[in-house]
């Protein structure tokens, strides 16, 4: 099983900051990988398909980078709405796998 | 629009069963793949397996082995998880969600239910 590990646990920044998340892989995903908000009571809901493709209505402020075992997304300037926890996902190998988890705090 | 509506809270007790149900419209049932992935309070998500909705193939989690079981109903478009013997460790929000992807099991995820509580209280 992929194991993906996500850092920081937790950021803390203000609005109008940039935010960079990590996610690593235990194994190469190649660019098998996705990226997820969720808000408090909430499905998550996708950002990211194959490390680095905006999912549909999603604005250009949220990026993704990576392949292999390291990825990032990066929130080029946080908008109130941002601050929630986001998860990575790999749909590489079986079983799928999530990461843990960055929770993105108001600072 | 593509939809994913569960169905709603359940309580059970120890050593129960549940069975959650999950209603998609929007697109056409047996050609998109589905997962049920759990998120217990406070924490991160956790796949429990998938079905594919065209041949009912399905492919559990190994935690969950012997202890889940999905189906669907091609009438009604519904897809279906039952877990056994439930211990208070199973107390979480299960949900439904969609492969991106027509056709295939390996792709992102597009669509997610909304979610069902399930609570394990003596």
């Keep these: 099983e992929i194991v993906l590990t996500q850092s920081p646990d937790t950021l803390s920044l203000s609005p109008g900051e940039r935010a960079t998340l990590s996610c690593r892989a235990s194994q190469s995903v190649s660019s098998d990988l996705a990226w997820y908000q969720q808000k408090p009571g909430q499905a998550p809901r996708l950002l990211i398909y194959d490390a680095s493709n905006r999912a549909t209505g999603i604005p250009a402020r949220f990026s993704g980078s990576g392949s292999g075992t390291d990825f990032t997304l990066t929130i080029s300037s946080l908008e109130p709405e941002d601050f929630a926890v986001y998860y990575c996902q790999q749909c590489s190998n079986w079983p799928i796998t999530f990461g843990q988890g960055t929770r993105l705090e108001i600072k | ?122």
């Excluded at chain 2, 359940?10 to 049920?36: D, I, M, N, Q, R």
């Excluded at chain 2, 099991?105 to 399930?118: E, F, K, M, N, R």
Aim: with cysteine.
């Design chain 2, 1 to 122: 629009q593509v939809q994913l509506v569960q169905s709603g809270a359940e309580v059970k007790k120890p050593g129960a069963s549940v069975k959650v149900s999950c209603k998609a419209s929007g697109y056409t049932f047996t050609s998109y793949y589905l997962h049920w992935v759990r998120q217990a309070p406070g924490q991160g998500l956790e796949w429990m397996g998938i079905i594919n909705p065209s041949g009912g193939s399905t492919s559990y989690a190994q935690k969950f082995q012997g202890r889940v079981t999905m189906t669907r109903d091609t009438s009604t478009s519904t897809v279906y998880v039952e877990l056994s013997s439930l211990a208070s460790e199973d107390t979480a929000v299960y949900f439904c969600a969609r492969v991106g992807v027509r056709g295939i099991s390996t792709a992102w995820i597009d669509y997610w239910g909304q979610g069902t509580l399930v609570t394990v209280s003596s």
